[in-house]
T-cell receptor, first 113, second 113 residues
Framework: AAGVIQSPRHLIKEKRETATLKCYPI?????VYWYQQGPGQDPQFLIS???????DKGSIPDRFSAQQFSDYHSELNMSSLELGDSALYFC????????????FGSGTRLTVV | AQSVSQHNHHVILSEAASLELGCNYS??????LFWYVQYPGQHLQLLLK??????LVKGIKGFEAEFIKSKFSFNLRKPSVQWSDTAEYFC???????????FGAGTRLFVKA
């Protein structure tokens, strides 16, 4: 079965650089969520989109932005990277009611050096 | 504010022992409840979920959970654990019709062979 696809799997950036993470949801899922999981921490919700509109916002820094495109894939843009941004970034998708739970991608591991 | 509390951060069991992981949430409205598992190096996977109906929910790999509304609890159980159950387990709550899932801090389970 198709899963949530995230790219890249791993990314290494230097401080103050910019990174773009991509998430491709399961077919027919119209809602995308982004989570950040620091080392040894539980996932923290960043932002979500439904039908290309931002639907909820969590603890996303102002240096980050995201959008959802017409094919429902989403991109998380991260600027002025800091060492503390090093984490695993999960994307999840669902239908808007969330009735099928959330299907997570395998994550992008971002390392800022 | 809504929150999810998992009682134990670390649990160590021997194979064939019974497992119960506690989860309590704070929210007065209608919620959807989930348990996720994260095996080492892998993304979060859905174990089971509760939306309505029978408060005893059966999931994959022999796991079950019981929703006790009066106690705002959704404890995860397994009668006999295996070494392969070594993983981190997350309880999660989403508000019905909402776009955000709130995760507990996770419980790391280590099963000794």
């Amino acid at each position: 079965a198709a899963g949530v696809i995230q790219s890249p799997r791993h990314l290494i950036k230097e401080k103050r650089e910019t990174a773009t993470l991509k998430c491709y949801p399961i077919p027919r899922h119209d809602t995308v969520y982004w989570y950040q999981q620091g080392p040894g921490q539980d996932p923290q919700f960043l932002i979500s989109f439904y039908e290309k509109m931002q639907s909820d916002k969590g603890s996303i820094p102002d240096r980050f932005s995201a959008q959802q495109f017409s094919d429902y894939h989403s991109e998380l843009n991260m600027s002025s990277l800091e060492l503390g941004d090093s984490a695993l970034y999960f994307c999840a998708s669902s239908t808007w009611t969330g009735m099928n739970g959330y299907t997570f991608g395998s994550g992008t591991r971002l390392t800022v050096v | 504010a809504q929150s999810v509390s998992q009682h134990n951060h670390h649990v160590i069991l021997s194979e064939a022992a019974s497992l119960e992981l506690g989860c309590n949430y704070s929210y007065g409205g209608t919620v959807n409840l989930f348990w996720y598992v994260q095996y080492p190096g892998q993304h979060l996977q859905l174990l089971l979920k509760y939306f309505s109906g029978d408060p005893l929910v059966k999931g994959i790999k022999g796991f079950e959970a019981e929703f006790i509304k009066s106690k705002f609890s959704f404890n995860l159980r397994k009668p006999s654990v295996q070494w392969s159950d070594t993983a981190e387990y997350f309880c999660a709550v989403s508000l019905t019709g909402g776009f955000k899932t709130i995760f507990g801090a996770g419980t790391r389970l280590f099963v000794k062979a």
